[in-house]
């Protein structure tokens, strides 16, 4: 791994609606769903909560990600969602694929299974999901997961991203 002065994956011709919505900011969501071998994460902050009876959690993800197979797939179509802190900024770039996660980003942190997947032991802010509908919008696949149980915690040091950096939020 080199280290270097600028982003390393900065695009060389910036796309100006990326560009748009890097500027946005906001908290970082860990993402994860499946048991066993089929576990699948992703750092995601492209989403967004809608109140409501019953809530929803709308999302943005890669309709190549493994996470997005595993949500979307034959499976429970169930995922956890879970606020990173300060302290996670490591575990947001292995889940990300932009750090080295030797033996997979799973084994970078404590993980305990839940009926919606497996959640970082110590995100203090989580919920567990459902998928109710899945649309193609843009690159993206816009999911909506209706929010079957809430928990949350003390959120001291919010990890937050703004222009492909991480922040204390």
């Known amino acids: 791994m080199t280290i ?3 982003h390393p994956f900065l695009d060389p011709e910036p796309d100006p609606v990326r560009r748009f919505r ?6 970082v969501a860990l993402v994860t769903a499946g048991a066993g071998r089929e576990r699948a ?17 709308v999302m943005l993800l890669d309709p190549d990600s493994d996470l997005h197979d595993v949500v979307t797939g034959s499976g429970e179509h169930r995922a956890v969602v879970q606020l ?12 990300a694929g932009t750090a080295p996660a030797p033996g997979g980003p799973f084994r970078a942190a404590e993980f305990e ?9 110590d ?10 509908t899945r649309t193609d919008a843009g ?3 816009l999911l909506s997961l209706v929010v079957e149980h809430v928990h949350v915690g003390e959120d001291d040091e919010p990890l937050g991203s703004r222009r492909g950096r991480w922040v204390r939020l």
């Open 113 to 121: 299974d839940t009926e919606w997947g497996p959640r970082l032991s």
């Open 139 to 141: 690159w993206s696949s």
């Open 41 to 57: 994460g992703l750092t995601v902050s492209s989403l967004m909560v809608a109140n409501g009876e019953p809530a929803r959690v």
């Open 84 to 95: 990173l802190a300060w302290r996670h900024r490591h575990l947001a770039e292995a889940f």
């Open 22 to 27: 890097g500027r946005l900011g906001g908290a």
């Open 4 to 6: 270097h002065s600028e």
């Open 123 to 132: 995100a203090p802010t989580w919920v567990g999901v459902r998928l109710e």
